[in-house]
């Protein structure tokens, strides 16, 4: 067992002994033997995903437990990843654009992020749509075929069975599906342009146009389409020419009181690779 506290932020990693499998003792009961955290807290722990078990020490295909009862062997071993601040992460619920069945198309809030990680995934898109399905008492896996930076929003596509998420994966790896930005920046925007410019050393495209520009604000609001999807791509490429985005920490000016980032991934169009009809998602 191995365990790190500081600022509220523990790792355990605890070998199941047959001793405790023969005590009946569950999940719950070892963590809260190994750690001074309460019994509330762990359960919370445990149903926003921070809680692991693998097969054996050396297993790299450990899966989240949500419940107390999970069942435990002898030789598995249990992983706590708490961190208050991940933990106490609040959001606004995502909007639901459209169910496909087979996928549904999603209006991600600021703050969500595209996937969990093991510190977590109760702010993630993917276990937001699970939770939001198993309300409406329909049981469906959920598959994240392409990101959304935590600090945008907009559309996002969810799969629900392996076979939509390939195809979905594919459209997207290939380019074949169209993607339409709306930003806000300061200032007037005078001249629409294509940014040609490489991130990370790789081709990056950004095509973006002036759809208005508010006298009174002093902004400009601006339709961008991506040829290549870059992290940040449009975040740096429009920072490069000197129009940073409205809220933007990382590549702007913009401080904690200012306003969230004003990115909005708007418009979403494809050839659906399940029905062969064209699709148009837009917020």
Known sequence: MSSAAKNNIIELHIDIQAEQIEQKLNALDILASQSDLS??????????????????????????????????KAGNQLHLYYNAKILLQEFAPPLLIADENDYSVWHKPYGVWSHGSKWGDHCSIGRLVEQYFAIQHKQRQSFVVHRLDRAANGL??????????QQLSQLFAKHQIEKIYHVKVAGEFLQNQTINQPIEEKKAVSHVCLIRFDKDT???LLEVTIETGRKHQIRKHLASIGFPIIGDRLYGNAKISDPDLQLTAYRLIFNCPLTNEKKCYQV
């Open 39 to 72: 019994r509330q807290k762990l359960k919370d722990a445990m149903s926003k995903g921070a809680v692991w078990l693998s097969t054996n020490p050396h297993s790299k295909s450990a899966k989240p437990i949500r419940r107390k009862n999970a069942k435990l």
């Open 156 to 165: 996002i596509l969810i799969a629900h069975n392996k076979k939509a998420a």
């Open 218 to 220: 002093n902004q400009s």
